[in-house]
């Protein structure tokens, strides 16, 4: 939130800026933004394309209060300061407030609801401005942050670029070659750089020598024939090629679907890189097509997209009351907020909805919420434009079905399940289950969704899987997992074969330290080596895939994204690239035996491409 906060005789008041289109050129013509604060006693609306006060009384230089430029330390900030002296401007009315550079041109502009009068006490005036983190900035003290909070002068010809394979900020700084950018646009942060011809995968953007922002080097180009291809009983479509290629469209039934192509980790990168998280107690979400992930912690989701083997930052959701539950089903994303986890935000909406398109978060309007807590969800696909949504409260599961196009809530079903609380659904088999972690089945439901189909499941085999007491589990259109991270025991059912399997994690490894579920792969290590198992959709048998050296000691979470292994260890993302040659394209909206249409766009290196020139654009939003 950029505010503006007046202090003056033991009263506080608040107003919030606007941001002017000033503020970019104004940067990149090198004034400091926000080196003055203007003040005035006008009255009137402000608009992005007025640079001046209503009705001015006066400009004084800022002091610089507080500052973060370092996107590992949280958002970037700066608060500035000016006091009004006990004599100046007496009986005047404060109404209107604005960031300029030395010319007085506003890069914000504020109009409080109801003025200030300024008595004979001095008068402190602060001001905030706030930037959304931006995808390839480098944490420490980034001189380019500096400049768009208006601290520093920007100089374009401090600009210049180099290439390396980015693993962490030494390969930045081990770059050799470094080349001038051009920026031909003086109203855009774009960065024109003429290609050299190299095989490196990132290019990096130095300002005075510090390495300032990190951009893909690679290009992609589309290849114009559509392929058909038939979802196997597995659920996946495999690849015969998955080298230097991605996705550039999906259709099924002429409609467009969201999938991914996943690496199967049969060989994981050694070398790690690091991405610092805002806190030790952000809890991370990987969405069940592996291509999102998600920091959770208190009111504030930080989402993440997996491009080309790194995480791709996409925004900040901040919430009214802390995030309680959460699941992402086809690039949708489903958040309930308990009122009992935020008592002051009673009032609230429990339920929201988003969806993430075009490397963007756009927020859903939703008619109709949840009309109790929810203790856990599963969004799930439905066919067409529709989905349902699926929530445990107080023994009871209850299903709501709406178009994701505009969603409308509407009661589906509800069931009795007592002490439940694992819930999950499957596209592919039609089919919800509930259950607990006890070895019984008093709590435990397995439905057809939306009343239609059937798919048998027998008790037996359910009370199997529960023998191990386990306290993860995962459901799939081909298997349900369960482990017990305790005493180091997976268990496994394979709906393609009926087959019910029992594994002992130490006969993989003695001394196991941590254990963790995810999806069909099992990740255990003794605190030095680690080993991933799959579990086969076939026959439910785990088997060994890969082995390495783990980073980091503590771990709190393991994922395995596209083509990416995540370790999350207190406030530190650990990330290495699966380097395997086989694959399989992979959608939430697939089921067995249907035909798909994809069009896959080729990935093409500076020394393949027939470009003269790369643009790294850093896209500044602020609100």
Not at 4 to 18: C, D, Q, S
Not at 233 to 259: H, M, R, Y
């Amino acid at each position: 939130m950029n505010l503006y906060v007046i202090k003056h005789n033991g009263k506080t008041y608040i107003g919030r800026n606007l941001i002017t289109l000033k503020f970019l050129p104004n940067i990149l013509q090198g004034k400091k933004s926000t080196e003055y604060i203007a003040f005035g006693k006008g009255r009137g609306t402000p608009a992005i394309n007025r640079y001046s006060l209503f009705m001015p009384l006066g400009t004084k230089r800022a002091e610089t209060t507080a500052i973060n430029a370092d996107c590992s330390k949280g958002g970037y900030y700066i608060v500035r300061k000016i006091t009004l002296g006990a004599d100046e401007f007496v009986g005047e009315t404060i109404t209107e407030l604005g960031f300029c550079a030395v010319d007085g041109e506003l890069v914000t502009h504020c109009v409080l609801a109801e003025g200030v009068l300024k008595e004979n006490e001095p008068m402190d005036i602060y001001a905030i401005l706030r930037l959304p983190k931006a995808d390839g900035l480098f944490p420490g003290d980034n001189p380019l942050v500096r400049i768009l909070l208006g601290v520093e002068e920007f100089s374009a010809s401090k600009l210049s670029y180099g290439y390396c394979n980015f693993r962490d900020i030494q390969d930045a700084y081990a770059i050799k070659d470094r080349y001038l950018c051009a920026m031909p646009n003086p109203s855009l942060f774009r960065m024109d750089c003429p290609l050299v011809k190299t095989d490196k995968t990132d290019i990096i953007i130095f300002y005075d020598d510090v390495p300032v922002l990190r951009a893909d080097a690679r290009c992609q180009i589309s290849r114009s024939q559509l392929q058909s291809f038939t979802v196997g009983q597995n659920g996946v479509i495999p690849l015969e090629e998955i080298k230097n290629i991605k996705i550039a469209s999906i259709t099924k039934n002429s409609v467009s679907i969201f999938g991914g192509i996943q690496l199967t980790p049969d060989q994981v990168s050694s070398e790690f890189f690091r991405l610092n998280l805002a806190s030790s107690d952000q809890k991370i979400f990987v969405s069940k097509d592996r291509g999102f992930l998600l920091a959770v912690s208190g009111n504030i989701i930080t989402v993440y997209q997996d491009v080309l083997g790194s995480l791709q930052y996409l925004g900040d959701i901040v919430l009214e009351g802390r995030v309680s539950c959460l699941d992402v089903c086809m690039s949708r994303l489903a958040v309930v907020c308990n009122h009992a986890d935020t008592p002051l935000g009673n009032a609230g909406r429990r339920l929201r909805f988003f969806q993430f398109a075009n490397g963007k978060i756009i927020e859903k309007e939703v008619t109709g919420d949840l009309d109790s807590d929810a203790q856990a969800i599963s969004l799930e696909y439905a066919g067409g434009n529709n989905m349902v949504l699926y929530y445990l409260s107080g023994g009871v599961l209850t299903g709501l079905v709406f178009s994701y196009d505009n969603p409308v809530l509407t009661y589906n079903c509800s069931f009795a399940v007592n002490k439940a609380c694992f819930v999950k659904t499957s596209y592919r088999r039609n089919a919800v289950l509930v259950t607990d972690f006890e070895h019984n089945l008093d709590s435990s439901y397995y439905k057809t969704l939306l009343g239609g189909g059937y798919n048998p499941f027998s008790g037996p085999s359910l009370l199997s899987l529960k023998s191990i007491l386990p306290d993860q589990m995962h459901f799939s259109g081909e298997i349900i997992a369960a482990l017990n991270s305790e005493t180091k025991t997976a268990s496994a059912y394979s709906f393609l074969s009926g087959n019910v399997r029992i594994a002992r994690l130490n006969n993989y490894m003695q001394d196991i330290k941590y254990t963790f579920l995810d999806g069909q792969y099992i990740f255990i290590t003794n605190g030095s080596i680690y080993k991933i198992l799959k579990i086969d959709s076939q026959d439910a048998e785990a088997r060994e895939l890969t082995s390495g050296q783990v980073p980091c000691g503590d771990i709190d979470q393991v994922f395995i994204m596209l083509d990416l292994l995540v370790i999350k260890s207190k406030d530190n993302l650990y990330l290495a690239r699966v380097l395997s040659e086989k694959g399989f394209i992979y959608s939430d909206q697939f089921a067995y035996g249907e035909q798909v249409m994809v069009r896959l766009a080729d990935v093409l290196t500076p020394a393949q491409s027939s470009y003269n020139a790369c643009a790294v654009v850093l896209n500044i939003v602020v609100a």
